[in-house]
């Protein structure tokens, strides 16, 4: 067995090895023949039985962590939304958001306009002479002015006037193999198409105004237009191409003119957290039966275990409305489509049955693995049963001091104070009230790095 697989690395074991290397067997005292030591190292025996309980303290904390996950969904009427093609359209939706199919056809974008100055061999050489009043006038019916100083009338100055004014232009100087060009850029949508007027300056006048005169003036790079569509037949118009729908809940995203199938439906991340439970909430239950089958002696722990685990499901018919039903081994089965359906009917329903705070299967499996099924409560019904026989076929010993003498610790001339650190760092969470997992598998740990340092031994002394 790979005890690393299991756990983390164990300060025990490095020390067993460190007081005892694998040439000698002393340490094996009581054991004068092979088969105390087969016996001891029997895959269906201790070491094996130790593993299940380990496996099951691991599915334990599993389980709790995937019933607090379930507990912690939130609101079931959460929605995803997937597209037929996304490089059209995408879309996002709100929580109780309609489920079902939307056509949608894009068949025109929202684009903000764009203008561009005529080339100019310098971006530092001076526009004309003195100051100028620009004025900007909006399809929206808004007008706005910027007034650029004497020093201002260089493309970079230009710029900055317009950008420092905050009237929902963007102005850039751009540079290409023509020369320097002033680049304006409005917001999108009809609305917010402009014109613009100069006074003061013939030189910016000349340059900026909008609609050209003759060949001066700005030229069109792209005119302002609204997002223009169909939404299951129903026209929408937006001058974004983000825009809300008379569907409430639903955004559309558009990318490209065309046509696109959005499908509404319960968030799958539902889904994949049920079925995380219901594997979690497998692997212990078929972990107990196990653990019951190779040690006798916990038949009837395990089988009280399982009959509790059973019970926290609760009632089956409830489950199985919303696609989950139980099994004659006691596993339960997830139908993920039935789930789904029985989301999209009522998530109301769903979060009742799974995650009400006083009722629901989350909150009633929370308290089994905190309290039955806990760390602590798990090890005082398991360890009783790694007695002495079990361990070395001994008798007339405390199972804990039988464990110690075959590392040799209570037959050295120091035994008092190693036995001391072997029972706290080795038992103390056997005889511990405490619910830490981390100490519980400690005291695993332990025994199983006992029983690597005995395989050593009989390796290196039997071949």
């Known amino acids: 067995m790979n005890v690393s697989s299991i756990y983390g690395y164990n300060p025990t074991l490095s020390l067993i090895n460190a007081l005892y290397p694998t040439s000698s067997v002393s340490s094996l005292s009581g054991?004068?023949?092979?088969?105390?030591?087969?016996?001891?190292?029997?895959?269906?025996?201790?070491?094996?039985?130790?593993?299940?309980?380990?496996?099951?303290?691991?599915?334990?904390?599993?389980?709790?962590?995937?019933?607090?996950?379930?507990?912690?969904?939130?609101?079931?009427?959460?929605?995803?939304?997937?597209?037929?093609?996304?490089k059209v359209a995408s879309a996002s939706a709100g929580d109780g958001t309609a489920t079902g199919t939307y056509t949608v056809e894009v068949r025109q974008?929202?684009?903000?306009?764009?203008?561009?100055?005529?080339?100019?061999?310098?971006?530092?050489?001076?526009?004309?002479?003195?100051?100028?009043?620009?004025?900007?006038?909006?399809?929206?019916?808004?007008?706005?002015?910027?007034?650029?100083?004497?020093?201002s009338n260089t493309l970079p100055g230009i710029a900055s006037a317009i950008n420092s004014a905050n009237i929902g232009l963007q102005a850039q100087v751009v540079s290409s193999s023509a020369g320097y060009q002033l680049s304006l850029t409005g917001q999108s949508g009809a609305a917010n198409a402009f014109t613009i007027g100069v006074s003061g300056n013939a030189g910016v006048d000349s340059l900026l105004a909008y609609p050209a005169q003759g060949n001066s003036g700005l030229t069109l790079s792209s005119q302002a237009q609204n997002a223009e569509g169909l939404l299951n037949g129903t026209a929408f118009t937006a001058s974004t191409n983000t825009l809300g729908t008379a569907t409430p809940g639903l955004t559309l995203n558009l990318a490209a003119t065309g046509k696109t199938t959005?499908?509404?439906?319960?968030?799958?991340?539902?889904?994949?957290?049920?079925?995380?439970?219901?594997?979690?909430?497998?692997?212990?239950?078929?972990t107990l039966t196990r653990l019951g089958s190779e040690n006798s002696s916990l038949g009837l722990s395990v089988s009280y275990l399982r009959?509790?685990?059973?019970?926290?499901?609760?009632?089956?018919?409830?489950?199985?409305?919303?696609?989950?039903?139980?099994?004659?081994?006691?596993?339960?089965?997830?139908?993920?489509?039935?789930?789904?359906?029985?989301?999209?009917?009522?998530?109301?329903?769903?979060?009742?049955?799974?995650?009400?705070?006083?009722?629901?299967?989350?909150?009633?499996?929370?308290?089994?693995?905190?309290?039955?099924?806990?760390?602590?409560?798990?090890?005082?019904?398991?360890?009783?049963?790694?007695?002495?026989?079990?361990?070395?076929?001994?008798?007339?010993?405390?199972?804990k001091y039988s464990y110690l003498s075959q590392l040799g610790v209570l037959d050295t001339p120091s035994s008092s104070s190693l036995s001391s650190l072997f029972l706290t760092e080795m038992l103390g969470s056997a005889t511990s009230s405490s619910a830490n997992g981390a100490t519980s598998k400690q005291f695993l740990q332990s025994l199983l790095a006992q029983q690597a340092y005995n395989a050593n031994l009989l390796s290196a002394s039997f071949g």
Do not use: C, H
């Not at 684009?111 to 004309?128: E, H």
């Not at 789930?339 to 009917?345: D, E, H, R």
């Open 109 to 151: 974008l929202a684009q903000a306009q764009s203008l561009s100055s005529a080339p100019q061999t310098s971006s530092l050489t001076p526009i004309g002479n003195g100051a100028a009043t620009l004025s900007f006038q909006f399809a929206s019916g808004e007008t706005r002015q910027v007034a650029l100083g004497s020093a």
């Open 307 to 399: 009959s509790l685990l059973s019970s926290a499901v609760g009632e089956s018919t409830s489950l199985a409305r919303i696609g989950i039903t139980s099994n004659a081994n006691g596993t339960l089965s997830l139908n993920a489509t039935a789930f789904n359906a029985a989301l999209t009917a009522s998530p109301a329903s769903v979060e009742s049955v799974l995650s009400s705070p006083a009722t629901g299967l989350a909150e009633r499996v929370t308290s089994l693995t905190d309290g039955a099924l806990s760390a602590s409560r798990l090890l005082q019904l398991a360890v009783p049963s790694f007695n002495s026989s079990s361990l070395l076929g001994t008798s007339g010993q405390s199972w």
């Open 31 to 86: 054991v004068s023949d092979t088969s105390g030591i087969s016996s001891l190292l029997s895959p269906t025996g201790v070491q094996t039985s130790i593993s299940s309980v380990g496996t099951l303290l691991n599915g334990v904390e599993t389980l709790g962590s995937a019933a607090q996950s379930l507990a912690g969904l939130g609101a079931f009427d959460a929605r995803t939304v997937t597209s037929s093609n996304a």
């Open 262 to 286: 959005l499908s509404v439906a319960p968030d799958s991340a539902m889904t994949t957290t049920v079925k995380s439970f219901v594997d979690a909430y497998n692997a212990v239950q078929t």
